[in-house]
């Protein structure tokens, strides 16, 4: 199966998309594309089959966010620049289920780290944080998210990764 | 006492480029239109015009900014002219809010402030793969 990955465009098929998951398919299908196109709020990648380039397999959403640099402890303070700390935010990962086990999920997730390399590169950032549902934790750890203590017992669970751990995950010099 | 005429000072010559473009006659016409309907009398002007409006879109775009235009009744048209897009930057992620909790911000500082962990087997292979 040749994949692509793109940006969501109006024209996408989004309607048959089905994650197993309402708020994961009505975010797809219902916000995405405002949200990237009319509010700035996320901007939504998609995976497509090369044979059928409109239909969506899988996506992605990123936004940019920061962590309040008044909101640390003093202790950890010293040092940091006297502004909130960028990062990216993955905000959504979803692959439709007739599409599940063929390493979509895998491919979408690289793409995100690629663009957390240009966004730090071109923007700056310094970490990406995902909000990962509980019974997907273990996913995002195979990748080198470690969870953020100290949230909610409930709702998703906050998940941190360091760019220069993505960064050192690149190909050396050959 | 015969009267020794001094040099004339002469300013610096500015060398111009000639510009000519070969048009199709609906493109011929669509510029004599313009130039009509902007009461501009010479082809440099509306280069020139035309030059600094392409310009100012390449800069804008150039910083991430969408071009867009805006009816009186608030209808909105994003310009998306493909070369532009060459100039965009790949990446223009928009800002959101996340509620911290203090103490996630405790763990999250702790977390910032370790030396950065090694990349794992699967986020190696993501890297690595085209």
Same mark, same amino acid.
């Given at each position: 199966?040749?994949?692509?990955?793109?940006?969501?465009? @109006?024209?996408?098929?989004?309607?048959?998309?089905?994650?197993?998951? @309402?708020?994961?398919?009505?975010?797809?299908?219902?916000?995405?594309?405002?949200?990237?196109?009319?509010?700035?709020?996320?901007?939504?990648?998609?995976?497509? @089959?090369?044979?059928? =380039?409109?239909?969506?397999?899988?996506?992605?959403?990123?936004?940019?966010?920061?962590?309040?640099?008044?909101?640390?402890?003093?202790?950890?303070?010293?040092?940091?620049?006297?502004?909130?700390?960028?990062?990216?935010?993955?905000?959504?990962?979803?692959?439709?289920?007739?599409?599940?086990?063929?390493?979509?999920?895998?491919?979408?997730?690289?793409?995100?780290?690629?663009?957390?390399?240009?966004?730090?590169?071109?923007?700056?950032?310094?970490?990406?944080?995902? @909000?990962?549902?509980?019974?997907?934790?273990?996913?995002?750890?195979?990748?080198?998210?470690? =969870?953020?203590?100290?949230?909610?017992?409930?709702?998703?669970?906050?998940?941190?990764?360091?760019?220069?751990?993505?960064?050192?995950?690149? =190909?050396? =010099?050959? | 006492?015969?009267?020794?005429?001094?040099?004339?000072?002469?300013?610096?010559?500015?060398?111009?480029?000639?510009?000519?473009?070969?048009?199709?006659?609906?493109?011929?016409?669509?510029?004599?239109?313009?130039?009509?309907?902007?009461?501009?009398?010479?082809?440099?002007?509306?280069?020139?015009?035309?030059? !600094?409006?392409?310009?100012?879109?390449?800069?804008?775009?150039?910083?991430?900014?969408?071009?867009?235009?805006?009816?009186?009744?608030?209808?909105?048209?994003?310009?998306?002219?493909?070369?532009?897009?060459?100039?965009?930057?790949?990446?223009?992620?928009?800002?959101?809010?996340?509620?911290?909790?203090?103490?996630?911000?405790?763990?999250? !500082?702790?977390?910032?402030?370790?030396?950065? !962990?090694?990349?794992?087997?699967?986020?190696?292979?993501?890297?690595?793969?085209?």
């Amino acid at each position: 199966m040749a994949v692509a990955i793109r940006l969501l465009e @109006e024209s996408d098929d989004v309607e048959s998309f089905d994650c197993g998951d @309402e708020p994961l398919n009505s975010y797809l299908k219902r916000h995405a594309w405002t949200n990237q196109r009319k509010n700035s709020i996320g901007v939504t990648y998609v995976a497509v @089959e090369e044979s059928a =380039p409109g239909v969506v397999l899988g996506y992605f959403t990123l936004a940019t966010s920061s962590i309040p640099r008044d909101g640390l402890p003093k202790k950890y303070v010293r040092g940091l620049p006297p502004y909130d700390l960028p990062l990216v935010l993955l905000a959504r990962l979803a692959v439709d289920r007739r599409f599940a086990g063929k390493g979509l999920g895998h491919a979408l997730i690289s793409e995100a780290f690629r663009i957390t390399l240009r966004v730090a590169d071109e923007v700056g950032c310094r970490y990406l944080i995902t @909000e990962a549902y509980r019974e997907r934790t273990g996913w995002y750890a195979k990748y080198g998210f470690i =969870p953020v203590e100290g949230g909610p017992e409930t709702g998703p669970q906050k998940m941190f990764l360091d760019v220069r751990t993505i960064r050192a995950a690149l =190909p050396g =010099p050959t | 006492m015969p009267r020794t005429e001094r040099p004339r000072q002469t300013a610096p010559k500015i060398r111009k480029t000639k510009f000519q473009a070969d048009l199709a006659p609906s493109e011929d016409r669509m510029v004599r239109a313009l130039k009509e309907e902007l009461q501009m009398s010479s082809n440099t002007d509306f280069l020139s015009d035309a030059l !600094a409006l392409f310009r100012w879109a390449v800069s804008e775009r150039r910083r991430g900014h969408t071009i867009v235009s805006e009816s009186a009744t608030g209808e909105r048209k994003i310009l998306v002219f493909p070369r532009l897009e060459r100039v965009a930057p790949e990446v223009a992620l928009p800002h959101t809010e996340i509620q911290w909790t203090g103490k996630e911000l405790e763990s999250l !500082a702790e977390l910032a402030s370790r030396r950065p !962990a090694k990349p794992t087997e699967a986020l190696i292979r993501a890297m690595r793969q085209t």
